[in-house]
């Protein structure tokens, strides 16, 4: 039987990651480039583990409100999905490489980890806001920095495809707490 090589990530890189790639033909400078491909690896991350954590909560959903909140989580976890896909296309048309694995996912992601345990749908719809108002606020940013530098293409992906989107499913989520 032969014996498996772990190839190493130097021996089989084409582009390593937190770079871009020299040239493109975007009109975009390389420092521009990086910066808002930087940005958005984080804002990816943090999609990705707010897409999960809808998904998470789908399955352990439970009470009066089961079937509503069911089905509305995973609604939402295929709307953070084409999020996560558009997110990582826009890095690569930055000449980026994109953040790709759970494991990646984990270092990088400012949403707080969830317990593996159910719970209370309160504590479920509490840190689904709570994600949700960590990626808006760093889109928020992202978007004014890649206007400021110029990136017109980012800040208007940004605007429309990211903070509108997680503004409505924060609202609808959030329709869920009882107001007092």
């Known amino acids: 039987m032969a014996k498996k090589k772990n190839i ?13 790639r020299k040239t493109m033909s975007i009109a975009l400078g390389e420092k521009t480039r990086l910066k808002s491909a ?8 943090d999609t990705m583990s707010l897409r999960d954590l809808y998904k998470k909560h789908h399955w352990q959903v439970s009470g009066p409100a089961f079937y ?20 990582a296309e826009r890095v690569q048309m930055l000449g ?20 593996k345990h159910r719970e209370a ?9 709570e994600a949700h ?23 208007d992906f940004l605007v429309g ?10 609202w609808f989520v959030g329709e869920h707490v009882e107001k007092g």
Do not use: C, W
């Not at 930087?38 to 991350?45: F, G, I, R, S, V």
């Not at 980026?96 to 317990?115: F, M, N, S």
């Not at 495809?161 to 924060?170: G, H, K």
């Open 121 to 129: 749908v309160e504590t479920q719809i509490a840190r689904l806001l």
């Open 133 to 155: 108002e960590i990626i808006i606020g760093e889109a928020r940013e992202f978007a004014s920095q890649a206007a400021g530098d110029g990136d017109d293409g980012t800040n």
């Open 8 to 20: 190493t990530a130097a021996e089989n890189s084409t582009q390593a990651f937190g770079t871009v």
């Open 96 to 115: 980026g490489v994109t953040v790709a694995t759970a494991h990646d996912v984990v270092e990088l992601t400012k949403i707080p980890r969830a317990p």
């Open 68 to 87: 509503q909140l069911h089905l509305l989580f995973d609604k939402h976890y295929e709307e953070q999905s084409d999020m996560v896909d558009g997110i």
């Open 38 to 45: 930087e940005n958005l690896n984080q804002l990816l991350a």
């Open 161 to 170: 495809s990211i903070i509108r989107p997680n503004e409505m499913q924060a």
